[in-house]
Structures are given as structure tokens and as C-alpha cells.
């Protein structure tokens, strides 16, 4: 049974949070009607909440997030009513690069900008993102779930199809050694898919529960502030440097410490977004002898989603060790400030709890 009415998680300004109720939106002919069961803050919901970039108020948003499909279209041919899912990202599937697999979709809609109508308590910016109960989305935004999923490691999909995307851009292979620059949700992830890969992992992280957070995952942790991560890391190379380096902080000015770990022909992965981003100097000839390869990443691909759900369906994943906690939909004040506060790893809404 499609109910009428639905409560959606709006920020209203910065540091406030409260909810409000609209009706569930109908149901297209080529889309599902979700029910989102989880929903997890990432970091482009913070930023506005904590004040830190501009953001459009009134708002929902949400990207991760994961529930139980409660009406299909008519043209809808491979998802039925009970199937989960986790909800992907929004792209056209029919523009240059949708058709060439780029991602950075040329329609995709800018949920960030001042663009069209000014948004109001009524009809707020993205309510349609994951911290609304149901939301429609077509075949090609959202990715079947096994049952046995639980529905707020789910919601972590698109975070972990991040880190496959950017491990799979890096070329990281068997028997190779990569660097975790930061032990946060992203370092975490990254050590755990790049273990799966068989590659040999050292994380370098300056705070002492971060490194006992990551550890089980990690061949080494290291304390930059004893350690000298570059001295470390060529120790155990023979002199080499790393292959690959994931640079997962939003600290620009240790990229120098970070890209002077490179191994000749080593990658190294520019994967936080920077705030503020600074510019900083870069040798060519350097570049040029060594052939160093400085490669951003950003979102990910349909097959990095089905390869995130599967990783985590395998059992390959310790999802938990990336979340700080869940809160009922009643408690989303208490649940957005957690998610603020420092060292915070992905506080999840239980959307279907009061
Ligand atoms: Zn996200
Ligand atoms: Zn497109």
C-alpha cells in the first residue's frame, strides 16, 4: 500500500535540522517507488549543515541511502515489489559521457546551485534525496540488494563505490604496496578493498584511534608524527617508494609528503575534495624522469556500484568499522550534529524509526 503522506528530513540553515511532511511523490512510468529504510550523511550534506560551504536553504538531499521497493512503473521490467535496493547516483544514461562510461554525467541536475526556483519549507532543494521516506528513481539510479543485506551498510554503497572507483583508476594490482594517507571513512574503505586486491597496504595516521580503527585492515600503521612515513615506507621497498598513494585527507599540504613516497612509475590518487584548495608547486622534470602519474578520482561507475553491493555481499566488507552509530528519524538533530563533530565516522538515519 502507497501511503500518502511522508515525513523528509529539511535543513532549514545551518545547523538546523527539522522535519517536515510532503506527499510521496507519484510513481513515473519507467520508476520505483522506494521506501529508503537507511540514510547516511556524507560529507556534501555536513558541509552545508556545519556552515562550511554555501548551501541553498530549505534543503533535504541525501545520496546514501538504501530501502525496500513499494511500487514499480509499467515499464519497469527487472526490479518488483519487495525487492532492496541501494540508490545510485542520478545520471541521464543517454549524454556523451554517460553513453562512454566517464560518469560526470552532461544533464545530471546541480542539487548545489542557486539555479531555478528559489526552494521553500513547500518545495524544498532535492527532496527527493534519501532523507525523504520515498523516493522514485528510475532503473538505472538505484542497484538490487541481497535480503541478507543490512540496509544501513547498504546505504554505503555509493561511499564505497567511491573507493572502488578510485582503486580502480590507480591500476593497484597483486603484490603491489599502496599508501593510505588518513584513516577516516575513505582511508578505511580504501585499506579494506585494496586487502581484498591483494595489494600490501601502510596507512599513515596521526590519531591513535584511527590507527586501531584501521589496523585489522592494514599490513602497517604508522604515526607520522614518530615516524617518518617516507623513511618507513622505503625501508620496506628497498629504497623504491610505493607503488600507489591514496591521498584521503583534506589537508593539501601534506600532498608533497605524500607524493615524495611515489615509487618511479608510482600512481598517486588525489581522492579527498580540499577546503581551501590551495595551489602548491609541482617539478615537471621530476614528473617527466619518474614518469609519476597524478590521477584524480571522483564518484563512481555503474560497474564500481554492483562491484561495491558485491564486496559487501561476499562478506568481504567490515561496513561497522565505518559507521559511528544509527539514529531513529525523530533523533535527525542529534544525528546531523554527531556527523559534524570531528573524527565522526558516517552517522546513519534510520528512516523508519521513530
Ligand atoms: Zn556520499
Ligand atoms: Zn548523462
Redesign the pocket.
Known sequence: MIPEKMKSVVMTSPRAVELHEYAVPELTENGVLIQIKSA?I???DQRPYAGVTKGFFPRVGG??GAGVVIATGKNVVNTKVGDHVTVGRIHCGVCENCIKGRGHCLNAPDFGGPGGEKPSIEKPQNLFGSFSQYIVRNENEFFHIPETLNFSHAALA??LS?VVHSIRRSRLALGETCVIIGAGIMGILHAQVARNIGARVIVSEVDAARRDRVAEFADYVVNPKETDPREFVKSLTGGRGSDVVFFAIAVSSMFEQAYSMLAETGRIMVYSNQHPDDPFGLRLGQIHRSEFEIIGTSGSLDLDFVNAVELMSFGKMNMEKVIHGEYPITKCKEAFDQSIVPGTYRVVIKMDEE
Open positions: 547516511a556524507c560529507t556534501i545520496h546514501e555509493e561511499p567511491d
